[in-house]
């Protein structure tokens, strides 16, 4: 069939008096075999694989159990006995230094949170609030000195602390915040002060009990001159344990979730420390108070030191995406056991006669396609984590990433988050109303997992200011196409958007972009070029027309900077999930394509016609709006959407087998056998928990 054909057919007037028939789609092929389940585990499970292989044979089995019937004392004295508990078993010092009983290895530290994410996430949280952000800060942002003194001890635990950024007043603006460190020649100290209360340290981690020593981040003055957010190692606790001159602290009290974790307030009244405590990699100040630094530009020495500390993204994407997955499991294993509504003819009350849940196309559609979204996720945050592994192995070795490599690491990150824990609290609350009635006690777990991951969302960063990041990281990619173009490439390249501008105005009902660039119509819905195409051509026409509308915004003298970025932020967002969407969805695809067993492989390229075919659906509005889907192949994706969902069922339990969760980490009321059972308590871990 030619373009014209095709555009004619789909065209065509339907005869009065008979409904327009919709096409089935094209089948899948045949359908997969069954598959080693071990295999596909090691498959999702990537770069981690031995790690988590390790935790699933050692964590002990009361270091998951629920904590959500006890009061906010015992929960978090049972998190602390916990992080004491994985301080013995070990793992969470594969992130640091060899040179001090780490392992070199940024991705295994991370892994290791991730799953921690399939049990307790407060355990999940207070340790990353302790190796990720208060020790992840030392070896960032310290040199050797720090290191020697206080990485041994924090990783031991024998050094609790935690990481005192946030303000009540200022948000996610951290270049604003308003604690100052000045420094004082005469003494060679530097003075820490809460100029007001605006500027207390607010919802920190460890802050409202545990914490002896807090990383601090401030506003460095010395010579009456502000150079701008530096961070600084503050002890908080004494010898004795009383709290020092000049600190005081406040209890942020309960929360909707993770109550294991002591979040609290802290002030600083002219709190006094030797000038050695700056975290200095990247500035100096000399005992006259002198100020240096490698970085001419404040704001990019402001980058450079939150890119150094960006670990801690890709944790909190890594943890929702695992806390998903115990959603999943629970739901999806209730479902297959669960039965309502007897099929016509049959006798009421014959209970063997009532449909299964997970029978009913409806609830397939609910947990199936979050399901094959997860697995993308998954794929894509093991690729997140290997670039992440490389950059930071430079940092360990005392240097550091190409600036360049850096940023675009930075906006992958920060994408990432958003898209994972948006998905953890759309997910988790579509796994708790699957349940009904049951999902909503505590006992099946669903709720704890929903109250302690809401918060994901605007941990280490909004969602929505993240969502922003990455979009002016795609202006700035698109930006620098132009500036490497010569003329010819430039008319190429103008030309490439003739061509796509046109087809998208057709009133016949214009093809894809890559159907005029191809000359065939993309028949194939199961396609994954074809699939892949869609999901690039989206966030390519969103970012160039976004970034044509700055300039023609720009142009308007009425209009300053900060007017013009307000005006498209819905263009912005816009961008920004697209750009996700396309990276998330070609990891899933770059992961099947290395997956060397056929029958995984298989199985794994159905679950990516979900997602993709999913996701096509989910956006068909605006693949309508700029005519790259006909009305009639929108209404194809809808049906090929539901015969994945009919062919994906039988597999569901292999599926959830693929995610590795051990039955007792579970700890649900709503899978037989979670509650009980499991590996015996490791000697460390019954007497932290004695």
């Known amino acids: 069939m030619t373009a014209t054909e095709f555009d004619t057919a789909v065209d065509a007037p339907v005869p009065a008096g008979r409904a327009a028939e919709t096409p089935a789609p094209p089948a899948p092929g045949p359908a997969a075999g069954p598959v080693d389940t071990d295999e596909l585990r090691r498959v999702l ?23 959500d019937h006890l009061s906010t004392a015992e929960q978090r004295d049972l998190t602390l ?45 207070k340790s990353g609030v302790q190796w990720g952000l208060f020790g992840g800060a030392v070896q960032a942002l310290g040199t050797e000195r720090h290191h020697a003194e206080l990485l041994p001890p924090l990783l031991r635990l024998d050094l609790v602390g935690c990481f005192a950024m946030t303000e009540t007043g200022h948000g996610s603006d951290v270049a604003s915040l308003g604690t100052t460190a000045t420094y004082d020649p005469a003494t060679r100290e530097f003075v820490v002060h809460t100029p007001d209360e605006s500027c207390r340290k607010d919802y920190i981690g460890g802050a409202a009990r545990d914490a002896e020593v807090a990383v601090v981040f401030a506003q460095l003055v010395t010579g009456g001159v502000r ?35 002591d979040n609290g307030r802290l002030w600083f009244d002219a709190v006094r420390v030797p000038r050695t405590a700056l975290l200095d990699r990247y500035a100096q100040v000399a005992e006259d108070g002198t100020y240096s630094s490698p970085i001419a530009s404040e704001n990019a020495r402001f980058f450079t030191m939150l890119g150094a500390l960006v670990k801690g993204r890709v944790s909190i994407s890594g943890g929702a995406i695992g806390q998903t997955k115990v959603a999943l499991e629970i739901a999806s294993r209730y479902a297959l056991r669960r039965r309502q509504f007897a099929r016509p003819g049959a006798e009421r009350g014959e209970r063997g006669e009532e449909v299964v849940l997970l029978d009913y196309l409806a609830h397939q559609r609910r947990l199936l396609v979050p399901l094959a979204t997860t697995y993308a996720l998954s794929f ?117 958007d003739f061509v796509t501008t046109l087809a998208g105005r057709s009133p016949a009902r214009s093809l894809v972009a890559d159907v005029v660039e191809a000359g065939r119509v993309p028949d194939e819905l199961h396609d994954r070029a074809w699939q892949l195409r869609m999901i690039a051509d989206r966030e ?47 990891a899933f695809a770059a992961a099947i394509a290395r997956t060397e067993d056929g029958a995984v492989a298989a199985l794994l390229g159905e679950v990516f016609d979900l997602h993709a075919l999913a996701l096509l659906e989910a956006e068909k509005g605006w693949y309508l709006e700029h005519r790259r889907m006909t009305t009639l192949r929108a209404k194809a994706v809808t049906h090929a959407v539901n015969e994945l969902c009919r062919r994906l069922r039988p597999r569901t339990e292999e599926l959830l087998d693929g995610f590795g969760i051990p039955r007792h980490w579970l700890a649900s009321s709503l899978v037989p056998g979670s509650l009980a059972g499991g590996p015996p308590v490791a000697a460390a871990g019954a007497a932290a928990l004695s």
């Open 45 to 67: 499970d990537g770069r981690s694989a031995d790690l988590r292989e390790k935790a699933r044979r050692e964590f002990p089995a009361d270091l998951f159990g629920p904590i």
């Open 81 to 125: 006995a916990r992080l004491r508990v994985l301080a013995d078993l070990g793992g969470h010092e594969a992130g640091f230094s060899s040179r001090y009983g780490g392992g070199d290895s940024p991705g295994a530290q991370v892994g290791q949170f991730e799953v921690l994410g399939l049990g307790d996430a407060s355990l999940m949280i």
């Open 227 to 261: 150079q701008g957010v530096h961070a600084f190692v503050v002890p908080l606790r004494g010898p004795d344990g009383g709290d020092l001159p000049g600190i005081r602290r406040g209890d942020d009290g309960r929360k909707a979730g993770l109550n294991g974790v």
């Open 380 to 496: 894509a945050q093991d690729e997140l984590m290997g670039e992440m592994d490389d950059l930071l192995k430079v940092q360990l070795a005392g240097g550091d990433p190409e600036p360049d490599r850096q940023r675009a690491f930075e906006a992958h990150a920060a994408g990432m988050k958003v898209a994972a824990t948006w998905h953890a609290t759309r997910t988790i609350q579509t796994c708790r109303e699957a349940c009904g009635g049951h999902g909503y006690l505590s006992e099946s777990r669903l709720p704890q997992l929903k109250a302690d991951t809401d918060v994901f969302t605007t941990f280490e960063g909004d969602n929505t200011v993240l969502l922003q990041l990455v979009a002016k990281s795609q202006l700035t990619a698109y930006a620098q196409q132009f500036s490497d173009l010569d003329t010819l490439g430039m008319a190429r390249f103008a030309t490439r």
């Open 540 to 586: 390519r026409h969103v970012v160039e027309s976004l970034a044509k509308r700055m300039r023609k915004a720009r142009s308007r003298d009425d209009r300053d900077a900060f007017e013009t970025v307000d005006g498209l932020q819905d263009h912005l967002l816009l961008a920004g999930r697209a750009h996700v969407d396309r990276v998330v969805a070609e």
